[in-house]
C-alpha cells in the first residue's frame, strides 16, 4: 500500500542530544514536508522541500536540519539548538510543490519527548 | 497574510444532535479550503475540500461544509452526531497561485467530543 511511514512513533531523548527521525513515502510525490504540532497551536512548518536536492526552511525552522538525498526520503534532524523540542511531528507529502488543488497526505507522526 | 480561526478548541454535542464545526479565514483572493481530522496520536487525514463549485461539499460519513465567501467561512456540519465522530478537526487555507505548502495556513483545531 503507498502511504507514509515515519519512524519511530516514540522517543526519548536527554537534553543536549540530536535526534534523527525518519520520513518515507512511497507515492512518488515530489514535494515534502515537516509540520510540529503543540496543543492548541495546530501545525508549525519546520521545513519543507519541493524537489531532491533542495529544501526551504519554514516558520519555525530554527534547531531544525532536513536533508533529501532521495525523492522517497526527507529526515528531521532535531539538534541539541532546538531549545523546547518535546512535540509530536508530522511529515507530509503532495504530488506537486506548486498550486494544484491537491491535499497533503500525512505520516501518523513522531512524539518526541525530551528527558 | 493569510490566516485561519477557530474559534472554539472544543465542541461537545450529545450524539444524535447536529454538530457544526466553524472555520473562519483571512485571505486576498479566492481560496482553497480543507478539513482535516486527526484521531488520537495519529497523523491528519484529508477529509474534504473546496475548491470551486458549489459552495455546499459533501464529505464522508455524512459530513459536510459550506463555502460561505461573505462571511468568509467554512464551517463543518453534520445533522446527527455519532460518538465515532469524536476527534480534533482542523481548517485550512491556500491561496489557488501559491507556490508551496508554505501557503497552506492551518487553523489551531477544535476538539469534537459527542456523547452517548
Known amino acids: 500500500d503507498g502511504g507514509i511511514t515515519q519512524s519511530p512513533k516514540y522517543l526519548f531523548r536527554k537534553e543536549g542530544q540530536n535526534v534523527t527521525l525518519s520520513c518515507e513515502q512511497n507515492?512518488?510525490?515530489?514535494?515534502m514536508y515537516w509540520y510540529r504540532q503543540d496543543p492548541g497551536q495546530g501545525l508549525r512548518l519546520i521545513y519543507y522541500?519541493?524537489?531532491?536536492?533542495?529544501?526551504q526552511k519554514g516558520d519555525i525552522a530554527e534547531g531544525y536540519s532536513v536533508s533529501r538525498e532521495k525523492k522517497e526520503s526527507f529526515p528531521l534532524t532535531v539538534t541539541s539548538a532546538q531549545k523546547n523540542p518535546t512535540a509530536f511531528y508530522l511529515c507530509a507529502s503532495k504530488p506537486t510543490a506548486g498550486g494544484g488543488t491537491g491535499e497533503l497526505f500525512f505520516g501518523e507522526g513522531s512524539r518526541l519527548t525530551v528527558l | 497574510a493569510q490566516s485561519v480561526a477557530q474559534p472554539e478548541d472544543q465542541v461537545n454535542v450529545a450524539e444524535g444532535n447536529p454538530l457544526t464545526v466553524k472555520c473562519t479565514y483571512s485571505?486576498?483572493?479566492?481560496?482553497?479550503l480543507f478539513w482535516y481530522v486527526q484521531y488520537p496520536n495519529r497523523g491528519l487525514q484529508f477529509f474534504l475540500k473546496y475548491i470551486t463549485g458549489d459552495n455546499l461539499v459533501k464529505g464522508s460519513y455524512g459530513f459536510e461544509a459550506e463555502f460561505n465567501k461573505s462571511q468568509t467561512s467554512f464551517h463543518l456540519k453534520k445533522p446527527s452526531a455519532l460518538v465515532s465522530d469524536s476527534a480534533l478537526y482542523f481548517c485550512a487555507v491556500r491561496l489557488p497561485l501559491s507556490g508551496s505548502a508554505r501557503q497552506l495556513t492551518f487553523g489551531s483545531g477544535t476538539q469534537l467530543t459527542v456523547l452517548p
Open positions: 507515492l512518488n510525490h515530489d514535494a
Open positions: 485571505v486576498s483572493g479566492n481560496p482553497y
Open positions: 522541500s519541493q524537489i531532491v536536492n533542495d529544501f
